[in-house]
């Protein structure tokens, strides 16, 4: 197969250009341009698209096993190709948790059967989430997991989480963190500030998360673990992010799209979308994440997927769980931050492929030849306005309901294989010249 006419977007040279991909037993054969390519391959028009390398999620919640009511390996992965997301790193809190290798194979056979997106598990730092006892880290490794984390819930205890970074260095481990201190948090559901006290809702501060980031660099430095800060909110948390990586500490970040585009004024409407944990901050920490994914400071993009059931939400704003679904609005919200001028875009995709691929070790992002045909289309022009009801996922929590974006993926390839298209689009996109 040969995808022609597109415009090929390299995340690693930084360049845009007009190219053809050619793919040969589900791997990239060449990428040249079109002229220079003798094979007669199926042609699959791109024309007036943007040919980039599979998108790579390193923090999605697919839900199963134990929460199939929310989402299924295959739903979740259905909404991935969708949002030409290619690979998905998955949380370890399911039911029973990701913290013993049978659980690990149980997600990749549920993966295998799905025959969507690739899927990488991602192992509990501690068992059942629990913060006293380190998970069996290389049993896990040896099943197929890619790093570890107790994502939802903060490890507390200093002494783990030192422990945590010193063991998984053995197995080459990245330890994602999710960094709040629960005592500081106590039970605040939005961020602290004027608008907590307006709303008459209990807040917390940004100093919740800084006090763990500050905590978990200096562990970084005293072990030469790998950290990785989850969902990063604050803007004096990408100071300190920005400066361990400065002075060459193991440190890295992501940034999910409702961190980059909402403040905590979305909670105005007491709307349970609007929910989360880290929660929404100020627009000084929304510039602060800009600037920092814009810098390098912040590597990944990344959705921190999480589905939930409508009851779950469509109740009172205290009472409803934290996090939003994102698979499929990550990107036309990305491709906002370049026509805001944020970023260019190459290093839009960069953050969405080769950054997150490289923390996390696994074979992804790129169109390098000899690599694996996960590729997404992309259509720039395409306005479109995002309708929840006809998500992929299963659920619908997301405050982006309703948004109007331009640019979404309409072909999506994981091993050469069409896994994804949309037949909307015209003309049609088989007929290539």
């Not at 409508?310 to 491709?335: H, M, S």
């Not at 260019?344 to 996390?360: E, F, H, K, N, S």
Request: glycine share 10%.
């Amino acid at each position: 197969m040969r995808i022609a006419n597109g415009t090929v977007v390299d995340p690693v040279a930084q360049t845009a250009t007009r190219l053809d991909v050619l793919v040969e037993d589900g791997r990239i054969a060449a990428v040249e341009p079109g002229d220079q390519l003798e094979a007669e391959a199926e042609p699959y028009d791109a024309r007036g698209c943007l040919v980039v390398p599979g998108l790579v999620d390193m923090h999605v919640h697919l839900r199963e096993p134990g929460y199939e009511y929310k989402e299924t390996i295959a739903t979740g992965t259905a909404a991935a190709v969708a949002g030409g997301v290619t690979s998905v790193a998955c949380m370890a809190n399911t039911n029973p948790v990701n913290d013993s290798s049978a659980v690990t194979r149980f997600i990749l056979e549920q993966a295998a059967a799905a025959r969507l997106a690739r899927v990488y598990p991602i192992g509990a730092v501690s068992v059942g989430l629990a913060g006293k006892q380190l998970a069996e880290f290389g049993e896990m490794r040896r099943a197929g997991i890619v790093a570890v984390s107790d994502d939802g819930m903060p490890i507390m205890d200093a002494g783990l989480m030192r422990r945590a970074l010193e063991y998984a260095k053995l197995f080459d481990l990245l330890v994602i963190a999710h960094e709040e201190d629960t005592c500081l948090r106590c039970d605040g559901v939005m961020n602290e500030g004027l608008t907590s006290v307006r709303l008459g809702l209990r807040g917390s501060p940004a100093a919740s998360e800084e006090l763990m980031v500050a905590r978990d660099v200096a562990l970084a430095e005293l072990t030469g673990g790998r950290l990785h800060v989850a969902h990063v909110s604050t803007a004096r948390s990408v100071a300190m992010i920005r400066e361990a990586r400065a002075r060459g500490l193991a440190v890295s970040a992501e940034a999910t799209p409702h961190h980059l585009f909402l403040t905590e004024e979305a909670v105005a409407e007491y709307d349970g979308n609007a929910k989360m944990a880290p929660p929404l901050r100020t627009r000084a920490d929304v510039e602060a994440l800009r600037a920092g994914l814009a810098d390098g400071t912040i590597e990944a993009i990344a959705t921190d997927h999480a589905p939930h059931h409508p009851d779950e939400k469509d109740c009172e704003f205290d009472q409803a769980a934290n996090g939003i679904v994102g698979l499929e609005t990550a990107l036309g919200l990305g491709l906002r931050l370049v026509a805001e001028g944020v970023l260019d875009l190459p290093t839009l995709i960069a953050r969405m492929t080769v950054g997150p691929a490289r923390l996390l070790g696994i074979p992804a992002g790129t169109l390098a030849v000899g690599a694996a045909a996960d590729v997404a289309v992309i259509d720039p022009e395409r306005r479109w306005r995002v309708a929840a009801r006809s998500f992929k996922s299963k659920s619908r929590n997301t405050p982006f309901d309703g948004w109007d974006l331009q640019g979404k993926a309409i072909a999506t390839f994981v091993g050469g294989a069409l896994v994804y298209e949309d037949r909307t689009t015209a003309p049609p996109l088989r007929v290539a010249s």
